[in-house]
């Protein structure tokens, strides 16, 4: 039963690979879940993790975040969230914002037709590169 049992690994390489996403909110890299999804399972590939990475976005249990050329993470949160970007440390943080669902309604009722999903990023920097600016100007 060679079949049943490539079942079973892929299951348990994509369940592996849900739940090192879903233990961080950092929204990493796929190299970086290949280095902790290795530590469990040694002789997974890099491509495996593509692979399920793409199963996984596809349905829908994992949200892919581009920002540009090779600048791909992963999100293990599925629910519909915003994300705001720092643009000193990169860091990308989750926003709970309850607008979302009436922004839907408004850009729906302008252009009179159906609305499904958006995609909206903020850009800035963050409350520790913040710090950071102000302790570096005060001692300037
Ligand atoms: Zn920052
Ligand atoms: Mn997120």
């Not at 949160?77 to 709970?96: M, N, P, S, T």
């Amino acid at each position: 039963m060679v079949t049943t049992k490539g079942f079973v690994r892929k299951t348990k390489q994509r369940g592996a690979i849900l739940r090192v996403l879903q233990s961080t909110d950092t929204h990493p890299t796929a190299d970086w879940v290949y280095q902790e999804v290795r530590k469990e399972m040694p002789n997974v590939s890099l491509g495996t993790i593509y692979r399920n990475l793409k199963t996984l976005v596809e349905m829908g249990e994992v949200q892919e975040l581009s920002y540009g050329s090779g600048y791909t993470r992963y999100d293990g949160k599925a629910h519909d969230h915003y994300h705001f970007v720092c643009e000193q440390c990169g860091r990308i943080e989750d926003l709970e914002i309850e607008c979302m669902a009436e922004l839907d309604r408004e850009v729906a009722r302008e252009i009179g037709g159906k609305v499904f999903r958006h995609r909206l990023e903020f850009y800035g920097t963050c409350s520790e590169c913040l710090a950071e600016v102000q302790a570096a100007a005060r001692e300037a």
